[in-house]
């Protein structure tokens, strides 16, 4: 039964690994080519909105009442319209989104913060800390420059909050490997 548990933990720990230095190369790429992982980043959020427009049109035919329907079929113009102007205008698109991301940056590093308090007894909490108070900070930095920072800051914050967390997330990975190896 130990056995089984180790091996498990093993197989997971694995995974978790390689997507945790996966996340590290994508961080670092993008930090190098600020510009261009900023309108990537725009173009996927382009093709993604356009991608729910469609879900949200084939959603509304589902069933339900006329004012649902309603509803959904206008949700899927909107997305399509943004979907749309974001893809034709990625310069633009990728000032919105700049201001988008600071303020998603924001959110995860209070609630990174909040967990790393609720488990502030338990081993790799200081790394969620740490990982807070740089998503918090780097937050700052893009609302403090925008929009002229639009140009280079959304590759650049992506980057850096990819390369901590990846960074993060090995750790707690290697920590909890260090764990399961004492208990066995």
């Known amino acids: 039964m130990a056995q089984a548990f180790s091996t ?13 230095v996966l996340m590290i190369i994508a961080g670092i ?33 589902r069933g339900g009442s006329a004012t649902a329907v309603i509803w959904e079929i206008l949700l899927a113009i909107v997305y399509a319209l943004i979907g749309f102007y ?26 990174e ?9 338990e081993s790799g909490a200081g790394w969620i800390l740490v990982d807070g108070i740089i ?6 930095l893009i609302w403090a420059n925008w929009p002229n920072s639009s140009v280079w800051a959304v590759g650049v914050i ?15 990975t290697s920590n909890i490997r260090r764990i399961t190896t004492a208990a066995a």
């Open 8 to 20: 498990d933990v093993k197989r997971a720990t694995s995974w978790s690994m390689a997507l945790s």
């Open 29 to 61: 790429l993008a930090i190098a080519a600020p510009y261009y992982a900023g309108l990537t980043v725009t173009v996927v959020v382009g093709w993604l909105l356009l991608v729910s427009a469609v879900l949200h049109l084939v959603y509304a035919f």
């Open 86 to 111: 974001v893809l034709a205008n990625p310069q633009i698109g990728l000032a919105s989104l700049t201001f988008a991301i600071a303020f998603y940056l924001f959110v995860e590093a209070i609630l």
């Open 113 to 121: 913060l909040a967990f790393s308090y609720q488990l502030r007894n």
């Open 135 to 140: 998503t918090m900070i780097l937050a700052f």
């Open 158 to 172: 992506v980057g850096v909050s990819m390369l901590f967390s990846g960074i993060t997330r090995v750790m707690i």
